[in-house]
């Protein structure tokens, strides 16, 4: 099997490449470039020339320079000694010397033929050759593993070695191959299958693993076909690299050690799958990550500085120099990645050395990229259309304004933490033209001794700083900052006008129980807002809201809640709107000159909300307008800009909105005697939604106030018959399709007559799988609608579940698809009615798709404690009802079906005289004035499990948004006193009576979120 079967073998699940030793014929170089390439750029006086210049300098180096107080002596270089006394890895740095120096001799070599640098390269090629290991046993914890020293002296001996091939003599080949094989490759193999070895487990020390793995790769390539065991550590390298991809390499491009060391991992990488595609056709590059892996560096591009604005290890206060550039031109570059290699191109200022060695040891990069000057295929190459980016699987959001010099970008992070994270969860940074003005502080002072001899309070301090939480833009309490890194993400959206995020963090902090953080970039205003909602654990604590500036910026504090902070020609204001009063403070720690500037805004209290408004400007320009905020009702705050009012809706930040101009005020109060859920209906112009105050103010008040709404829904309702009845369950006949197979199935309802349904079961996912109802809209055919059996496209919402591996069950309900009574028309309840007057249609439904969920639990291959149910319209008040009454539902997702009869004119058309008639008993309740429940308080009843609700704002059959609105601020107060305020998605979007693809899809994913 050689190079050109390869290519024919190579799949996903193997890549078997160890028979290739015996027949591989390959010539060198092969790694960086092959032959040919090698050639072409020697035809190029200018690349010779900056060949040349990079190794010039070691020709006359006589001892290593990394530190000043321990050296070895060159060109010979002897191992170093050890040094159990510090944790200190001189070991790396001396490594990381000389895997440059090896790389910068061999490639000027190969580019000018000057013997001068082949002599020296040998001498030192052999001089390690003969060490006794390339890994320093005290570097590494448990002492067996191989380290980053490893992995330096593995890339540069094996680098040096194939440039340097066709030069050398066969005994120096032996030499130097048998010592990449013995010393480099054999030590990273066999650690590959310990248990407690970073090698075999990525989530130890993820960056280590990659870059390990690149030099078990990179090495075997090197010496293939000239040592027997070549092959197999090939095959080893690709399965760890791949193992690490599949870990790390997320599918949206996050990198969840952030930009150094995550390029760290993925560089050495790109040059070892480069290779690997060269010389045997596999391409690892076929991964998923690579596909988006552009969009992590692009979106969080300082605009104007074309730097990398960046939390973690990574950078400084002012941001990282662009990362990862040669991952993308050793791929083939999307449209994306083209922009993000001609703005980082053409950054300011790149240090050459950046490029190929970040702190002289990170990575191997593309070399000679020195004068920037942006290349020719990417000079037209255009940004993305979208400005804001989640990366949710490390927790990252970009809101940019824009891709222009003057535009700003918003980061933000709250999520998980590996490896160089910081205590900086819900932090932000704020850059727009060429500054950082809300800034992080970057890569950490390590809290241990230096070799130097360093001040140990100092570094102490240092530590505190950079890595925790006094140095971020997040909260103290206490004065005390995060004590873990456990955060989440809890929502993202991105829409026209506004794009936000929400993090969750109060986790990482002793004593409290909510640090909810939310940010909102209002686009047509040029504002960003950052709202927090802080709870403590019940103590009265000392809360500080942290704003940073980087050491060549200043603050200057202006009053009336607002300070700017100054850098260069860039500004940014924050003014703090809430709480009331709020004055800033600068905060002072010691260490501005060297990690930037504090200050703050502080309150005593058990519950705090700060609410702070950003916008960036020219220093030269004041552009700050009268601002102010108060309470809207339900949780919701309305912000005064000037002119222009925006109300914030934390509960659903993508329901915020621009309301100048709306009169928002509650609706027309059409029956007085409303039975209160929290506080009811009122026309209190003290409230601008129009609720009196929560009067409900402990869990046990609601349970018995949920009891009595409980109660009087059933006396409107009618009770439910028991569910003796046999299930009797049958299946009809059986089809398959690409996704999923399809069953048509029917069993008996609890009075007697018999449900038939559809049963989809998926063909992706394991055993056993979780389950949804699929309770169609008011459409004739019924349950065929939902499963997209003909009927509207937008309600086949069981079809694409089933599709993302969900067993579904898709039922008709009564007067619906095959259950129309003879001789009647469907949705006519008349013949229903006259044989039940003591029940109603709403409860005959609800009764129905209980027996649904009885027979989900039936089926050995469903995980019964995962069962959802989902609806638009008439399916849609369907699945809160049957949630609100059936515990077994896990999960609730409701589309166009909240209404109220308290606050609509249409009341009467839920007991009208003929056609559907939902609930018969409400009509007397209406005509006399009284709303015995409401349906908002039936969606209560669901709290606090998940439930997903969406309203549309142009809704002909639901039109009352503004009292739909009020109705899913009172769910929310529900679900915040039981603590769920996370599990409920109340959602208002633009558009008529619809259940839109952007919003499907959001469902379907908070459904895997709250069912797998």
Same mark, same amino acid.
């Given at each position: 099997?050689?190079?050109?079967?390869?290519?024919?073998?190579?799949?996903?699940?193997? $890549?078997?490449?160890?028979?290739?030793?015996?027949? *591989?014929?390959?010539? @060198?170089?092969?790694?960086?470039?092959?032959?040919?390439?090698?050639?072409?750029?020697?035809?190029?006086?200018?690349?010779?020339?900056?060949?040349?210049?990079?190794?010039?300098?070691?020709?006359?180096?006589?001892?290593?320079?990394?530190?000043?107080?321990?050296?070895?002596?060159?060109?010979?270089?002897?191992?170093?000694?050890?040094?159990?006394?510090?944790?200190?890895?001189?070991?790396?740095?001396?490594?990381?010397?000389?895997?440059?120096?090896?790389?910068? $001799?061999?490639?000027?070599?190969?580019?000018?033929?000057?013997?001068?640098?082949?002599?020296?390269?040998?001498?030192?090629?052999?001089?390690?050759?003969?060490?006794?290991?390339?890994?320093?046993?005290?570097?590494?914890?448990?002492?067996?593993?191989?380290?980053?020293?490893?992995?330096?002296?593995?890339?540069?001996?094996?680098?040096?070695?194939?440039?340097?091939?066709?030069?050398?003599?066969?005994?120096?080949?032996?030499?130097?191959?048998?010592?990449?094989?013995?010393?480099?490759?054999?030590?990273?193999?066999?650690?590959?299958?310990?248990?407690?070895?970073?090698?075999?487990?990525?989530?130890?020390?993820?960056?280590?693993?990659?870059?390990?793995?690149?030099?078990?790769?990179?090495?075997?390539?090197?010496?293939?076909?000239?040592?027997?065991?070549?092959?197999?550590?090939?095959?080893?390298?690709?399965?760890?690299?791949?193992?690490?991809?599949?870990?790390?390499?997320?599918?949206?491009? #996050?990198?969840?050690?952030?930009?150094?060391?995550?390029?760290?991992?993925?560089?050495?990488?790109?040059?070892?799958?480069?290779?690997?595609?060269?010389?045997?056709?596999?391409?690892?590059?076929?991964?998923?990550?690579?596909?988006?892996?552009?969009?992590?560096? $692009?979106?969080?591009?300082?605009?104007?500085?074309?730097?990398?604005?960046?939390? =973690?290890?990574?950078?400084?206060p002012q941001g990282s120099q662009p990362l990862m550039i040669g991952i *993308?031109?050793?791929?083939?570059?999307?449209?994306?990645?083209?922009?993000?290699?001609?703005?980082?191109?053409?950054?300011?200022?790149?240090?050459?050395?950046?490029?190929?060695?970040?702190?002289?040891?990170?990575?191997?990069?593309?070399?000679?990229?020195?004068?920037?000057?942006?290349?020719?295929?990417?000079?037209?190459?255009?940004?993305?259309?979208?400005?804001? %980016?989640?990366?949710?699987?490390?927790?990252?959001?970009?809101?940019?304004? =824009?891709?222009?010099?003057?535009?700003?970008?918003?980061?933000?992070?709250?999520?998980?933490?590996?490896?160089?994270?910081?205590?900086?969860?819900?932090?932000?940074?704020?850059?727009?033209?060429?500054?950082?003005?809300?800034?992080?502080?970057?890569?950490?002072?390590?809290?241990?001794?230096?070799?130097?001899?360093? +001040?140990?309070?100092?570094?102490?301090?240092?530590?505190?700083?950079?890595?925790?939480?006094? #140095?971020?833009?997040?909260?103290?309490?206490?004065?005390?900052?995060?004590? %873990?890194?456990?955060?989440?993400?809890?929502?993202?959206?991105?829409?026209?006008?506004?794009?936000?995020?929400?993090?969750?963090?109060?986790?990482?902090?002793?004593?409290?129980?909510?640090?909810?953080?939310?940010?909102?970039?209002?686009?047509?205003?040029?504002?960003?807002?950052?709202?927090?909602?802080?709870?403590?654990?019940?103590?009265?604590?000392?809360?500080?809201?942290?704003?940073?500036?980087?050491?060549? #910026?200043?603050?200057?504090?202006? &009053?009336?809640?607002?300070?700017?902070?100054?850098?260069?020609?860039?500004?940014?204001?924050?003014?703090?709107?809430?709480?009331?009063?709020?004055?800033?403070?600068?905060?002072?720690? #010691?260490?501005?000159?060297?990690?930037?500037?504090?200050?703050?805004?502080?309150?005593?209290?058990?519950?705090?909300?700060?609410?702070?408004?950003?916008?960036? @400007?020219?220093?030269?320009?004041?552009?700050?307008?009268?601002?102010?905020?108060?309470?809207?009702?339900?949780?919701?705050?309305?912000?005064?800009? &000037?002119?222009?009012?925006?109300?914030?809706?934390?509960?659903?930040?993508?329901?915020?909105?621009?309301?100048?101009?709306?009169?928002?005020?509650?609706?027309?109060?059409?029956?007085?005697?409303?039975?209160?859920?929290? &506080?009811?209906?009122?026309?209190?112009?003290?409230?601008?939604?129009?609720?009196?105050?929560?009067?409900?103010?402990?869990?046990?008040?609601?349970?018995?106030?949920?009891?009595?709404?409980?109660?009087?829904?059933?006396?409107?309702?009618?009770?439910?018959?028991?569910?003796?009845?046999?299930?009797?369950?049958?299946?009809?006949?059986?089809?398959?399709?690409?996704?999923?197979?399809?069953?048509?199935?029917?069993?008996?309802?609890? +009075?007697?007559?018999?449900?038939?349904?559809?049963?989809?079961?998926?063909?992706?996912?394991?055993?056993?799988?979780?389950?949804?109802?699929?309770?169609?809209?008011?459409?004739?055919?019924?349950?065929?609608?939902?499963?997209?059996?003909?009927?509207?496209?937008?309600?086949?919402? &069981?079809?694409?579940?089933?599709?993302?591996?969900? /067993?579904?069950?898709?039922?008709?309900?009564?007067?619906?698809?095959?259950?129309?009574?003879?001789?009647?028309?469907?949705?006519?309840?008349?013949? !229903?009615?006259?044989?039940?007057?003591?029940?109603?249609?709403?409860? %005959?439904?609800?009764?129905? @798709?209980?027996?649904?969920?009885?027979?989900?639990?039936?089926?050995?291959?469903?995980?019964?404690?995962?069962?959802?149910?989902?609806?638009?319209?008439?399916?849609?008040?369907?699945? *809160?009802?049957?949630?609100?009454?059936?515990e077994r539902i896990a999960a609730a997702v409701s589309s166009c079906g909240?209404?109220?009869?308290?606050?609509?004119?249409?009341?009467?058309?839920?007991?009208?005289?003929?056609?559907?008639?939902?609930?018969?008993?409400?009509?007397?309740?209406?005509?006399? =004035?009284?709303?015995?429940?409401?349906?908002?308080?039936?969606?209560?009843? /669901?709290?606090?499990?998940?439930?997903?609700?969406?309203?549309?704002?142009?809704?002909?059959?639901?039109?009352?948004?503004?009292?739909?609105?009020?109705?899913?601020?009172?769910?929310?107060?529900?679900?915040?006193?039981?603590?769920?305020?996370?599990?409920?998605? !109340?959602?208002?979007?633009?558009?008529?009576?619809?259940?839109?693809?952007?919003?499907?899809?959001?469902?379907?994913?908070?459904?895997?979120?709250?069912?797998?």
């Amino acid at each position: 099997m050689c190079a050109k079967s390869f290519r024919s073998k190579f799949a996903p699940g193997a $890549l078997i490449v160890a028979a290739a030793a015996s027949c *591989f014929a390959g010539t @060198h170089p092969r790694l960086v470039y092959d032959a040919a390439q090698l050639a072409a750029l020697r035809k190029n006086p200018q690349r010779v020339s900056e060949a040349a210049q990079a190794a010039a300098p070691y020709l006359s180096k006589t001892r290593t320079a990394s530190w000043p107080d321990y050296s070895i002596p060159l060109p010979a270089a002897p191992m170093p000694a050890r040094h159990p006394a510090t944790n200190w890895p001189y070991w790396t740095a001396l490594s990381a010397e000389l895997r440059m120096e090896l790389d910068a $001799l061999a490639y000027g070599c190969a580019m000018t033929g000057d013997r001068r640098l082949l002599d020296r390269a040998r001498t030192m090629m052999l001089g390690i050759a003969q060490w006794e290991r390339w890994t320093d046993i005290d570097s590494c914890s448990n002492g067996k593993d191989p380290c980053l020293d490893t992995y330096l002296i593995t890339f540069g001996m094996s680098i040096a070695y194939d440039y340097l091939y066709p030069h050398l003599k066969a005994a120096d080949r032996r030499a130097i191959s048998n010592a990449i094989a013995e010393k480099g490759l054999r030590p990273i193999a066999s650690r590959a299958g310990a248990e407690d070895s970073f090698v075999s487990s990525p989530q130890r020390w993820p960056n280590g693993c990659a870059m390990v793995s690149a030099a078990l790769g990179l090495g075997a390539l090197a010496v293939r076909g000239e040592h027997p065991e070549a092959g197999k550590h090939l095959d080893l390298a690709v399965r760890l690299s791949r193992r690490f991809l599949d870990e790390f390499g997320n599918a949206d491009g #996050g990198l969840v050690e952030g930009f150094y060391y995550g390029a760290a991992s993925m560089e050495p990488l790109a040059l070892f799958f480069s290779a690997l595609k060269r010389e045997t056709g596999a391409d690892l590059f076929a991964h998923p990550y690579f596909r988006r892996a552009h969009e992590f560096p $692009l979106y969080f591009t300082i605009p104007g500085k074309n730097w990398l604005a960046g939390f =973690g290890d990574s950078g400084g206060p002012q941001g990282s120099q662009p990362l990862m550039i040669g991952i *993308f031109r050793r791929m083939e570059l999307s449209g994306g990645a083209q922009y993000y290699l001609r703005q980082a191109l053409s950054a300011e200022y790149v240090d050459p050395l950046y490029l190929e060695a970040i702190q002289r040891w990170l990575f191997y990069a593309l070399r000679f990229q020195n004068s920037y000057a942006v290349q020719p295929e990417i000079s037209a190459a255009k940004p993305p259309t979208a400005l804001a %980016k989640e990366f949710k699987s490390i927790g990252w959001v970009a809101l940019r304004s =824009g891709w222009n010099p003057t535009d700003t970008l918003l980061a933000f992070r709250s999520g998980p933490s590996v490896g160089h994270s910081h205590l900086d969860q819900n932090s932000f940074i704020v850059a727009a033209r060429g500054d950082v003005l809300a800034s992080d502080p970057g890569y950490q002072r390590f809290d241990m001794h230096y070799p130097d001899g360093r +001040d140990c309070e100092l570094t102490r301090l240092e530590h505190v700083f950079t890595r925790g939480s006094l #140095g971020h833009n997040v909260i103290l309490v206490d004065g005390e900052g995060q004590k %873990k890194a456990d955060g989440a993400l809890r929502g993202f959206f991105n829409s026209p006008n506004m794009a936000g995020a929400t993090g969750e963090a109060a986790n990482a902090y002793a004593g409290l129980r909510k640090f909810t953080r939310h940010v909102l970039h209002v686009r047509p205003l040029g504002l960003y807002m950052v709202l927090d909602q802080i709870r403590t654990d019940g103590r009265r604590r000392s809360i500080e809201w942290l704003l940073q500036t980087q050491p060549k #910026g200043r603050f200057e504090i202006e &009053g009336d809640g607002a300070i700017r902070a100054i850098v260069g020609e860039s500004a940014m204001t924050a003014t703090t709107l809430l709480p009331t009063g709020s004055a800033w403070r600068l905060k002072r720690h #010691g260490r501005e000159e060297k990690f930037g500037r504090t200050a703050a805004v502080s309150v005593d209290a058990s519950e705090a909300t700060f609410l702070t408004v950003l916008e960036t @400007h020219s220093a030269a320009e004041r552009t700050r307008v009268r601002m102010s905020a108060w309470p809207a009702g339900g949780g919701n705050i309305l912000l005064q800009v &000037g002119r222009e009012q925006i109300l914030i809706h934390p509960a659903d930040l993508s329901q915020s909105r621009i309301v100048t101009g709306e009169k928002f005020r509650p609706a027309r109060i059409m029956i007085d005697r409303q039975i209160e859920l929290l &506080g009811g209906f009122d026309s209190d112009p003290k409230d601008v939604n129009g609720w009196r105050p929560l009067r409900i103010t402990t869990p046990a008040q609601w349970q018995r106030r949920r009891n009595e709404i409980r109660q009087r829904v059933i006396d409107v309702m009618g009770k439910f018959p028991s569910r003796a009845v046999p299930l009797d369950a049958r299946t009809l006949s059986e089809e398959d399709t690409p996704g999923y197979t399809r069953r048509k199935v029917s069993y008996l309802s609890a +009075d007697g007559d018999r449900i038939p349904a559809w049963l989809l079961i998926p063909k992706r996912g394991t055993k056993p799988w979780p389950a949804v109802l699929a309770l169609h809209q008011t459409e004739a055919i019924g349950k065929d609608s939902a499963v997209g059996i003909g009927g509207a496209p937008h309600v086949r919402y &069981g079809h694409e579940l089933a599709e993302r591996g969900f /067993v579904v069950l898709a039922p008709d309900s009564i007067t619906a698809g095959e259950r129309v009574y003879p001789g009647s028309k469907p949705y006519v309840t008349e013949v !229903f009615d006259r044989a039940h007057p003591e029940w109603s249609a709403l409860g %005959k439904m609800c009764s129905d @798709h209980q027996r649904g969920i009885d027979y989900l639990e039936t089926l050995d291959f469903v995980n019964a404690r995962r069962i959802g149910v989902i609806g638009h319209s008439l399916g849609a008040y369907n699945s *809160f009802f049957l949630a609100a009454f059936d515990e077994r539902i896990a999960a609730a997702v409701s589309s166009c079906g909240l209404s109220t009869f308290g606050m609509t004119a249409k009341s009467l058309a839920w007991a009208r005289e003929s056609w559907f008639v939902h609930l018969p008993r409400l009509k007397a309740y209406l005509r006399a =004035g009284i709303v015995p429940f409401d349906m908002h308080e039936v969606m209560a009843l /669901v709290a606090p499990r998940p439930l997903f609700n969406y309203s549309a704002r142009q809704d002909e059959i639901f039109p009352d948004i503004g009292a739909i609105e009020a109705a899913g601020a009172q769910v929310g107060s529900v679900y915040r006193l039981l603590g769920a305020d996370g599990k409920l998605v !109340f959602r208002v979007g633009e558009g008529p009576h619809d259940f839109p693809v952007p919003v499907r899809e959001q469902t379907y994913r908070w459904l895997a979120e709250h069912l797998r």
